[in-house]
């Protein structure tokens, strides 16, 4: 009987060694391409997407007046949507299923708040704090800038009597996706912006973007702030802001050495670019209105606008 | 047999430690014992150990490689040696030896009859002519021999150690035997589960002629489906086969398929089905849930054979040819020549190809465009025109491809096997070849195998220690060419006999100028092309398994089991400089600069891929087991344990320019952007690496027990818990456990039951949960970062996959079984009755979310499925005597139906055109249809917009109200089953199946003009033909007039509405086998045991169809349907 009792005891320990392992054993993760991230790098590849996100509303280019479209062109649209915007039609999407120039952007809030959420969890430290700073900074500017386009297009225009109590709008600043969706004032909104952007300027130390400006920089914080107090109506500083931003970059491109025939007068990484995003349509060059009327090229915001340059009759894909 | 003996003691061992020692000659040594000394099949089909090298591109890992396989082999040799040892156990001399021989009342030997000698554990088997010798016999003690079919005798023994003759009476009652089925985990007697099972023994799996072990359950399982026409019709995440129907949206849908107890990781076609003892396919919750999370498709236990204790060497060998017929390629629905030609004379009137003619990409026109705009360009003759376009119109591409595509299906398959097994071991020693040239010329198959096992017996027989090991090797090539090309007149062979160019990708007179000559030819000839394509995959696939069983009491055991299983596939594709392939590439990667020179990025020479799939299991477990019979009345039965699952994979894959014997050419600029010709559209230089690491991990806890009181009322529970990386900390400790509870009476035996007519009645009951697991899908927020694809500055870039999902869960499926089992007096007719309904819960669904969170639609547990259905098998026996004529009858339902889902269709469309786009109440893949309002009077379709006719394509099929749509019924055959009949007549057996699937519907391919207009005919001419062309035409036909430009809304409301619904429903003459028994001598003749011969043929045809046009509903999506194969062969035992 003893024996049996030593046994069943051998059993008994190769069993507890056995669950002792268990929970290293299910730690494991399940395959290389896939990871929840938690470090810097991790993190910074989520913000280097500019396929997913660095995409803004294309309402306000769609309504604009940047191009133009014939009577037959107009009523052949294959999209509602490129219809009524080109008329500012009151219903412009009528019942379409995915609005792009709302959920593009939330998606860059989306991603930008993982960031943030997750950066809590990482130690700043001597070894990391610059990079720590400048994805943080990065994750805010991004923030700001989808809240800023998200209010140009959805919300009514700043106006300091009423930004109070006029509405603005949903100010996502969680990853969690069951938290609550309610709409912010005017005030709160801008207010919002301006810290995100304000905060932004503090962290992110380069001074010009050094890659194909996708990454932002001290100069398109300066761009960004000088834009959005344009907006406020608050010229002094939108003044000040833009001659920031100039005195770290003013190159100019003499538009006279630019190819108008090419299909492609100006690529992204181009001289004047201080930062980069494209509108919310498949193809992030050419904005293809029609088949047969004209795509325009749309590239850095803070261009002037050239018609041989930026808008270009569509003649093959 | 001596010879056998010795080839087992000395010549296998040799073998294995030659291959120990030289382990990269494995495959050398398995070719040349498998085909002789073929040196040129040697030659051609396997790379010197160079070249090898050289392919994997990694010596490190192919000498660690080499070492594994080295030490594999040795532990392999070492196996078989032990066992050859002390294989005369019969033949031993010691005192108290009893000697007799076993007949029956004809004095025909009895092989295989139980001696066992009364209140002593001595047992023997009588051998072929029936002798036994027994020892530590003494006078006075009782022998007890027994054998299936017979009735025990007793006899005493007396003096002499000689009991001469001993004859057993035939019991005809007795020949229901007891039947043990398999769950993966134990072995339970069939009277006394409670779960719902499929067997199937080597002679049912043996019925069928297959290279795929999977293909024999056709059409002999109960409740098992296969699923054709899963790739269109289904839409994403089809099942090809399922265990009572479909119980899932987005996780595996497939069946968990159990090799020797543990789960198969490994390639299905990798295993030889010769080698296979049994298969159970397990249906019900009782059954199935102790395979927990993996179990809720069903489980099929596949068993491989192995020796038994106490029989003398058993050789079985059989050989077996298959031809196939040639693919019958008329039967698909296929625009005519002449139809089409009338099409494209249609289009170029109308000004369709201008666009193209004057396209600065110079995109490809057919033969018959380019005569037309050579007419339209004054450069022949309208005589001439007429005739070239005339002498296409006869031609037919078909016969062509026919002829040099496809071929008949030649398939062999050999296998031989050693097994038996002395007083306190046994082993099975089998290998087998397989050599197929499938339909597609230039395709082809092998696989070798080899495996074997022994099991031994120690320390007074309490200790079991089984050891196994399975090799395999397949070697594919897949150089067919199976695509269908454009036009229907083309010729694949000009008039002098050459291989033909065909306009392929661009036309032919702009690239023929656009190099000078400077460019490599970019005429592209299918023939040529068939002929070179070298596409080959190997796959080395093997198998380690050892048990380790001690019997800590009686009826009490303790069992450690441990599977390593390693499959290593390489995948090459040579495109050798003659290829279309190779040439369009570096072509497109030539840079031409404004002085005319020419740069080739894309160096000249061969280009060539590799991809390396690398995948390894292991499995350990360890597990209590428990049977005891207390006192007369009470029978318990239990297992527990716990075991610890790994499945991780490595695959890998690169590409060489250059490519020649020697080597590669120099490094490629991968990282530039390009202007490509002739197109001038711009392109990165393919790289074509990439890495991928998986790794599955599971730990589970297991436990069942069953209790049968007075052999009558059985009541079974079984549990288990997993756990697995895939969900993270939080999900594993809420997880609940997966169980399910059992019940059976056997009224038969109750002392009231006095029905006499059916001996046999039970009720069976069952209730529980199986599981399931969606592995893409994960509770924390994760990324995928994809080293290919890259952002605009060039860099790999991470995608949110994964918004956080903290309350993700298993998928659980709820399972009620009914059943009642029942026979006849004389088992005239036995069957079993099952009901069962299946409750998926928590599955998988897409639903929508407030896209201010940044996710459009979520991924969760949201969606419930409802199974309901029905297993019915009847066996019968109509006659019996001299002739015997004996039916199985399987019929089955299984409806399934989506009881919730979050995310309706968003359109009337998107319901229409499948994926997975379900709606609650329907099953999970159905046909929608429109409502057919007939054509107007100009030829435009109408269907039904809220009661009215309408020809609003676009307001129908965007709309949103779904009540518009019409469900019409399921894709997938919810009646579905069997009737096989089997004719005994003297050494002659016929065995012909005739299956049936009912209640399914599919659509006509109707007519879409827009597809015809970009070049897809695969549309009956029937249609085309009986088109409205003139007023009036709309009183006699449906099809609608053919418009330029096409409209897809129009197309669509045509192809999609109800009158182009077909029903499915048909019986099909599946198989026919003959065989014919060789009459031998009982015990055996001087050579053989057995001797078999049979012939099989499949694929007979369709008995009878509800559609009248000639389809079959179930290759409706293949170009074919399965050739009529015809199978030759022999099994003899020795």
Redesign the interface.
């Known amino acids: 009987m003893k024996k ?1 009792i030593l ?1 069943y005891s051998k ?1 008994l320990l ?2 507890v060694l ?1 669950m002792g392992c ?2 290293e ?13 938690s470090t810097i790098e ?1 993190l910074r ?2 913000l ?5 996100i660095r995409r803004s509303p294309a309402l306000g280019e769609l309504s604009g007046d940047d191009y133009y479209m014939e009577k037959a062109e107009w009523s052949g649209q294959f999209l509602p949507y490129f219809s009524n915007s080109y008329v500012w039609s009151s219903d412009i999407y009528q ?1 379409a ?3 792009l120039d ?2 593009t952007p ?6 930008a ?2 960031v943030l959420d ?1 950066l809590k969890k990482v130690e700043r430290n001597g070894g990391n704090a610059e990079a720590y700073d400048e994805l943080k900074g990065t994750a805010l500017f991004m923030r700001a800038w989808s809240f800023f386009d998200l209010a140009q297009v959805f919300a009514v225009p700043y106006d300091a009597q009423t930004a109070a109590t006029d509405l603005g709008i ?1 100010l ?1 600043e969680t ?3 069951d ?1 609550p ?1 309610v709409r912010a004032s005017i005030k709160d909104t801008y207010d919002r912006i301006l810290a995100d952007i304000g905060e932004a300027g503090r962290l992110i130390r380069i001074e010009k973007s050094p ?2 400006g ?1 990454m932002p920089s001290k100069a398109s914080v300066y761009g960004f702030l000088s834009r959005v107090y344009l907006t406020m109506r608050e010229y002094p500083r939108a003044s000040l802001y833009a001659d920031s931003a100039l005195g770290i970059k003013a190159t100019l491109i003499n538009y006279n050495t630019l190819s108008t025939s090419a299909t492609v007068p100006l690529t ?2 181009h001289a004047e670019s201080i930062y ?1 995003s494209t509108l919310v349509t498949a193809n ?1 060059l050419v904005y293809v209105v029609t088949s047969q009327g004209y795509s325009i090229v749309i590239r850095c915001f803070m261009q002037a606008i050239r018609r041989m340059i930026f808008v270009k009759p569509f003649t ?1 894909r | 047999m001596k010879k056998i003996r010795y080839f087992i003691v000395r010549a296998l061992p040799c073998l294995f430690f030659k291959l120990a020692q030289k382990p990269d000659n494995i495959p050398k040594l398995l070719f040349e014992l498998s085909f002789g000394k073929d040196k040129q099949f040697m030659q051609s089909r396997e790379p010197d150990s160079n070249q090898l090298a050289e392919l994997c591109k990694d010596e490190l890992r192919l000498q660690k490689l080499k070492r594994k396989m080295g030490l594999c082999c040795l532990i392999i040799a070492i196996m078989f040696i032990i066992p050859c040892i002390p294989n005369e156990a019969h033949s031993q001399e010691s005192s108290g030896l009893v000697k007799g021989k076993v007949l029956d009342e004809s004095k025909r030997a009895i092989p295989s009859a139980t001696v066992r000698v009364l209140g002593k554990k001595i047992f023997i088997l009588s051998d072929i002519q029936g002798n036994f010798l027994l020892q530590n016999v003494s006078r006075g003690d009782t022998l007890l021999l027994s054998c299936v079919g017979f009735k025990d005798a007793k006899f005493g023994v007396g003096n002499g150690d000689d009991l001469g003759e001993l004859v057993l009476v035939q019991d005809n009652t007795q020949l229901m035997d007891v039947e043990i089925v398999s769950t993966g985990y134990q072995q339970v007697p069939r009277e006394r589960a409670t779960g719902s099972f499929v067997q199937l023994d080597t002679k049912l799996l043996n019925r069928r002629v297959s290279t795929n072990i999977l293909d024999r359950l056709e059409g002999v399982t109960s409740g098992l489906s296969f699923n054709r026409n899963t790739i269109s019709s289904n839409g994403s995440n089809p099942s090809s086969l399922s265990v009572r129907g479909r119980s899932t949206i987005f996780a595996n849908p497939n069946p968990l398929i159990v090799v020797d107890n543990f789960p198969f990781s490994g390639d299905i076609s990798a295993i030889n089905p010769n080698d296979i003892a049994s298969i159970t396919v397990l249906k019900d919750a009782a059954a199935a849930s102790i395979w927990g999370a993996l179990s809720g498709n069903g489980v099929i236990v596949i068993t491989t054979k192995k020796g038994t204790m106490g029989t003398a060497p058993k050789v079985d060998f059989s050989a077996n040819l298959t031809i196939g017929e040639r693919p019958d390629l008329y039967k698909a629905p296929r625009l005519s020549a002449s139809s089409f030609i009338e099409v494209e004379k249609f289009l170029f009137d109308k000004g369709y190809y201008n666009s193209r003619i004057t ?3 110079h995109p490809v026109l057919s033969p018959v465009v380019e005569i037309l705009l050579r007419r339209r360009s004054g450069q022949i003759s309208s005589l001439d025109s007429a005739k070239l376009i005339g002498d296409y119109a006869g031609n037919d591409t078909r016969s062509d491809l026919a002829e040099y595509y496809y071929r008949n299906v030649v398939n062999q398959q050999y296998s031989l096997s050693v097994s038996g097994g002395a007083d306190s071991h046994s082993y099975y020693l089998g290998a087998g070849l397989d050599r197929n040239l499938t339909s597609l010329e230039r395709n082809s198959f092998d696989r070798i195998n080899i495996n074997g096992s022994n099991t031994f017996l120690f320390a007074k027989k309490r200790l079991e220690w089984t050891t196994a090991f399975y090799y395999t090797r397949n070697h594919t090539e897949n150089n067919g060419l199976s695509a269908t090309l454009g036009y229907p007149y083309l010729k694949l062979k000009n008039a002098d006999g050459s291989n033909a160019s065909i306009p392929y990708q661009y036309r032919k007179p702009y690239v023929d100028t656009l190099g000078n000559g400077k460019l490599l030819d970019w005429s592209y000839r299918p023939l040529d092309e068939l002929a070179q394509n070298d596409n080959v995959t190997s796959l080395t696939e093997y198998r380690l398994n050892t048990l380790l069983k001690y019997t ?1 009491l009686r009826g009490f055991d ?1 069992s450690v089991q441990y599977q390593y299983n390693e499959g290593n596939g390489i995948l090459r594709t040579l495109y050798n400089q003659d290829r279309f392939y190779t040439r369009d590439y570096i072509n497109r990667f030539t840079q031409i600069s404004s002085g005319g020179v020419y740069t080739r990025l894309v160096p000249l020479g061969a280009i060539l891929d590799n991809r390396n799939n690398l995948s390894v299991s292991q499995n350990l477990r ?1 597990q209590f087991a428990f049977n005891q019979k207390f006192g007369k009345q009470h029978d318990l039965s239990a297992i527990l344990g ?1 075991e ?1 699952r ?1 499945v991780s994979g490595n695959s890998a894959s690169n590409r060489l320019y250059g490519y020649s014997e020697v080597g590669a050419a120099g490094a490629v600029n991968y990282l530039g952007t390009f202007v490509m010709l002739p197109t001038n559209s711009t392109g990165m230089i393919e790289s074509g690496l990439s ?7 599971f ?1 589970s806890t297991f436990a069942n027990a069953a209790y049968t009181y007075a052999d009558r009322y059985t009541l079974s529970a079984s549990a288990r818990k997993d ?4 969900f993270g ?1 939080t999900t ?1 400790q809420k997880g609940i456990p997966l169980w399910s509870v059992g019940a059976s009476w056997q009224i038969s035996s109750e002392p009231f039951y006095q029905f006499e007519e059916i001996p046999y009645l039970r009720f069976r009951i069952t209730r529980g949960y199986q599981g399931n697991v969606d ?1 893409s899908l ?1 509770p ?8 290919i ?1 890259l ?3 060039g ?7 994964n ?2 999902n903290p309350e993700l869960r298993w998928e659980r499926i709820g399972m009620i079984n009914l059943g009642l089992d029942f026979r006849f007096r004389e088992n005239r007719v036995q069957g079993t009755f099952e009901f069962f309904s299946k409750n998926g819960r928590d599955l998988i669904g897409i639903s929508t ?8 639609t ?1 991924k969760g547990n949201s969606a419930n499925m409802n199974v309901r259905g029905l297993d019915v098998t009847l066996n019968t026996r109509n006659l019996v005597g001299k002739f015997n004529w004996s039916s199985v009858l399987l019929f089955s339902i299984a409806r399934d139906r989506v009881t919730k889902y979050l995310l309706s269709p ?2 009337i469309s998107a319901a229409l055109t499948g994926g997975i786009s379900p709606i609650e109440g329907n099953p999970l893949y159905s046909i929608y249809a429109l409502e057919w309002a007939g054509l107007n009077t100009s030829g435009n379709p109408q269907v039904l917009l809220n009661g009215l006719p309408s020809t609003n394509y676009s307001a129908i099929l965007s709309s ?1 109200d779904l009540s518009n749509l019409k469900y019409i019924g399921p894709v997938n055959p919810p009646v579905f089953g069997s009737l096989r009949n089997d004719f005994d007549c003297g050494n002659w057996n016929i065995s012909i199946n005739i299956s049936y699937k009912f209640g399914n519907y599919f659509r006509n391919p109707g007519l879409g003009y827009g597809n015809i207009f970009t070049g897809n005919i695969s549309y009956m001419d029937s249609q085309y033909l009986s088109r409205w062309k003139n007023p009036g035409d709309e009183a006699i036909t449906d099809v609608p007039s053919m418009i330029y430009p096409a409209n897809a809304n129009r197309d669509m409301a045509y192809n999609y509405s109800d009158i182009l619904i077909e029903r499915g429903d048909h019986i099909r003459l599946q198989d026919i086998n003959l065989s014919y028994d060789f009459a031998l001598p009982k015990g055996g003749s001087k050579l053989f045991r057995s001797l078999r011969i049979f012939t099989y043929v499949n694929n007979l045809g369709i008995l009878w169809s509800v559609n009248k046009l000639g389809l079959d509903p179930d290759y409706l999506t293949s170009a074919f349907a399965n050739p009529r194969t015809y199978a030759f062969g022999i099994r003899a035992g020795l």
């Open positions: 049996k046994e059993i190769l069993c056995f268990k929970k054993f299910l730690e494991k993760k399940p395959a290389s391409n896939i990871s929840v991230p991790e590849l989520l280097i997407n500019t396929v997913d019942g299923a995915s609005v709302w959920n939330y998606t860059q809030v989306l991603y708040n993982v997750r949903p996502r990853a969690d996706i938290a969706t890659i194909n996708y992204t990484d980069q992030p093959s | 396209s600065s990409t800590i303790a360890g716990m610890a790994e890495q991928l690491q998986t790794s599955n991990r730990v756990e697995s990386n895939v900390a594993n592995n994960s924390q927020v994760t990324v995928t970062t994809n080293p694809s952002n605009t500055a860099s790999p870039y991470s995608v949110l996959s918004p956080p979310i407030d896209p201010t969170t940044g996710v459009q979520f968003p359109t949103a």
